[in-house]
């Protein structure tokens, strides 16, 4: 949506009646926050200013006195309805240095129409539901929740799965030992800014899972469960159906069951978020036939003695 004017206040670029308000976000977009309000044009790098003009149909941002600002990417503009939260100098540090971590992930994804390394990427968004979900249950996330979902995935592409051997119980110990090395690292740099043995141990066990009962250890949980859905779900759904011997039928039905799971593992919150979600016809149709309930067996269905065998 883009704002249908612009008033001059301060010396600052200001959106009238559509409310929103455009910051620099480290994610290096642009990022459009409604119910916020001011455009501080001091806060763009000057090359950016005419670019920003065009995408809200100005041809000028002046009397604007932009500073000069290295960015790494193009413009993008994004509808975004996360709440901003305030961060402290140490809790910034964090977030940076797993960013810069994470931001050599070679691997990449689509965002808005820019190849963004995958692991940034999925940061943000898990990130980015962790603030939404305490929001929505009235809830102030912590710094210890924040860092955890920054560092829940980092530098997960250094150890891929085809490291370890064929099966499941090598498969899990490949996801335990993962989540050994995401929380030493996260650490790491907790310790290095400044946070103490208590917040780390705390970080630490909610990379692990051992919080899992805790009102933020469901919130994580919750968060990777909708990132799931919204991010990976029609990607990982291709990948059952085209997996060896296995027809799209017997794909649907693995989905089902992994969706089910999923379904038993979120909270009140992670729920409502999950049914809200603007999925594709026939991912919206998986999601309603692993949610529907079992079919009922009448009484006298139940009572009937079994045919006798030949």
């Not at 929103?20 to 977009?29: D, M």
């Not at 050994?180 to 899972?209: N, P």
């Not at 919130?219 to 085209?242: M, N, P, Y």
């Amino acid at each position: 949506m883009v704002p249908d004017r612009l008033s001059r206040r301060s010396g600052a670029a200001s959106i009238g009646t559509a409310d929103y308000r455009i910051s620099l976000r480290r994610f290096n977009a642009f990022v459009v926050h409604e119910k916020m309000h001011s455009i501080n044009c001091a806060m763009l790098p000057e090359t950016m200013v005419p670019q920003l003009s065009m995408a809200l149909g100005r041809r000028s941002l002046s009397p604007c006195a932009p500073k000069q600002q290295a960015v790494k990417s193009t413009v993008a503009l994004k509808a975004y309805n996360t709440p901003v939260l305030s961060t402290s100098s140490r809790l910034q540090t964090v977030l940076d240095g797993l960013d810069e971590l994470n931001i050599k992930d070679p691997r990449r994804v689509g965002v808005d129409g820019q190849e963004v390394p995958y692991e940034l990427a999925y940061a943000r968004w898990l990130t980015d539901w962790v603030i939404q979900l305490c929001a929505d249950g009235g809830l102030h996330p912590s710094e210890e929740l924040r860092i955890a979902a920054r560092g829940q995935h980092v530098e997960r592409w250094q150890v891929p799965r085809s490291t370890y051997p064929e099966g499941r119980t090598a498969y899990l110990q490949w996801r335990e030992d993962l989540k050994k090395r995401h929380a030493a690292t996260t650490t790491s740099l907790m310790a290095a800014a400044g946070y103490g043995a208590d917040s780390c141990k705390r970080v630490e066990q909610l990379i692990l899972k051992r919080a899992l009962r805790e009102t933020e250890g469901q919130i994580l949980e919750d968060a990777l469960c909708l990132v799931f859905l919204e991010r990976q779900f029609e990607e990982f759904l291709s990948k059952l159906a085209g997996a060896a011997g296995r027809d799209a039928a017997e794909g649907e039905a693995k989905m089902i069951d992994i969706l089910q799971k999923s379904w038993k593992k979120m909270g009140e919150l992670g729920r409502a978020a999950a049914l809200k979600l603007p999925l594709e016809p026939r991912l919206a149709e998986l999601v309603g036939r692993a949610l529907a309930p079992p079919p009922t067996v009448s009484s006298e269905a139940a009572a009937a003695p079994a045919e006798p065998t030949k």
